[in-house]
Antibody, heavy 113, light 110 residues
Framework: EVQVVESGGGLVQPGGSLRLSCSAS????????MFWVRQAPGKGLEYVSS????????YYSDSVKGRFTISRDNSKNTLYLQMSSLRVEDTAVYYC??????WGQGTLVTVSS | QSVLTQPPSASGTPGQRITISCSGS????????VNWYQHLPGTAPKVLIY???QRPSGVPDRFSGSKSGTSASLAISGLQSEDEADYYC???????????FGGGTKLTVL
């Protein structure tokens, strides 16, 4: 059974940092490009970042470029998203995705003072 | 505002066939395959179509995808009440050097 479980979300002040983790099982993690996708309250799905199978290449949306860093550890079947200089507009549910079809249930990040 | 344009809403009656469009440009749909996702509030999004017209195992053949030029479409035939959800297209964009989602279409089954 495929399982994708995000963790690390929570409440953080503007300008703060947070690291999300995503633990995957039930599929060959090392052969899947991995994504972070978010959904702000009342808004649609938004691409955040992605990483190739061996971690050699990373991609970011313009809205998070320079502030977020995606990484992966294939030995641990784990994906990460290091978020810094967080803004109120980063408030969203963050989904980890084994692209295109293995989605987690999401973890809520709230940026507020 | 997304570079992919979807109608914000669509509706149909049970048994009807509806289509949802996704309009882009040569830097995205015009050169790359499209994925379609179904999202019910509070749940994980589900891939319905990948590579523009491929259905993952377990997705009913009532769902189909197509692409022509810089536009793509998702068709749902034999509409059912459980199809009421938000639908999103997604594709790689060369100009953005990343993926992009359409704004989403809220489907109501009357």
């Amino acid at each position: 059974e495929v399982q994708v479980v995000e963790s690390g979300g929570g409440l953080v002040q503007p300008g703060g940092s947070l690291r999300l983790s995503c633990s995957a099982s039930g599929f060959t993690f090392s052969t899947y490009e991995m994504f972070w996708v978010r959904q702000a309250p009342g808004k649609g799905l938004e691409y955040v970042s992605s990483i190739t199978t061996n971690g050699a290449y990373t991609y970011y949306s313009d809205s998070v470029k320079g502030r977020f860093t995606i990484s992966r550890d294939n030995s641990k079947n784990t994906l990460y998203l290091q978020m810094s200089s967080l803004r109120v507009e980063d408030t969203a549910v963050y989904y980890c995705v084994g692209w295109p079809g293995y989605w987690g249930q999401g973890t809520l990040v709230t940026v507020s003072s | 505002q997304s570079v992919l344009t979807q109608p914000p809403s669509a509706s149909g009656t049970p048994g009807q066939r509806i289509t949802i469009s996704c309009s882009g440009s040569s830097s995205n749909i015009g050169g790359h395959p499209v994925n379609w996702y179904q999202h019910l509030p509070g749940t994980a999004p589900k891939v319905l179509i990948y590579n523009s017209n491929q259905r993952p195992s377990g997705v009913p053949d009532r769902f189909s995808g197509s692409k022509s030029g810089t536009s793509a479409s998702l068709a749902i035939s034999g509409l059912q009440s459980e199809d009421e959800a938000d639908y999103y297209c997604a594709v790689w964009d060369d100009s953005l050097n990343g993926w992009v989602f359409g704004g989403g279409t809220k489907l109501t089954v009357l």
